[in-house]
């Protein structure tokens, strides 16, 4: 139980009489007052500034959004103009299309030119320059198809290091093609090194695994 001190220490709270109110609300309108006037003089004071930003971030959207359309119409027009030229069956149409498309619509768009006239320079340009590492890579595994035979060992190796990595798609076809390479030449060991790497790979596919496995 609390003693008598700890009651006698108690103190009921007053009650706020009508004075008190209308000092409150004097207080809060003077408070209000003076906060109002801080805020037009910090508008005043900097109000070049803050028209500038709001003027800065409108240019600033306006223009991303103007991109973002620019850029949808334009992937639509490469769209467009690459299934026209699929139509076309036409490979001066298609190298056009390469040249003027961006990404993977020019890439697809040159591929499909050197299928149309077995041109290796489309692939060449395309092994170079290609805007997607899928394309290169594919376009030098079909020169080497081509030229492979009158390269050497370590040219064909030299020239496919770019797809030894597990980051392309044609990882495991470019070491079965050095490998081969190799053995052609009659160098087993440096065959079976390159050999070893995909039958030794549990993610290696089956297909070439099994090739791998052959060879060795």
Known sequence: MASILERNNKTTKRKKTREDYAEDALYREVWEEVNNEKTVAFIKKYSRFIIA????????TTVA???????????????????MALHSLDAGTMRTVAENA????????????????DNIEHLEKLASDGNSRDYRDLARIHIISLRGDDMTAAAVEDYL??????KSPYYYTGRLLVAQKYLATGDVKNADKWLDVIINDADA?????ARAQALR
């Open 53 to 60: 930003g709001a003027l800065i971030i409108l240019i600033a």
């Open 65 to 83: 959004v103007m991109g973002v359309r620019t850029h949808r119409a334009h992937k639509l027009a490469d769209a467009q103009n690459y299934e």
């Open 102 to 117: 961006d990404g993977v619509t020019a890439d697809m768009a040159l591929f499909n030119a050197y299928l149309l006239d």
């Open 161 to 166: 290091a770019p797809l030894d990595t597990k």
């Open 205 to 209: 596919p089956a297909m070439i695994s």
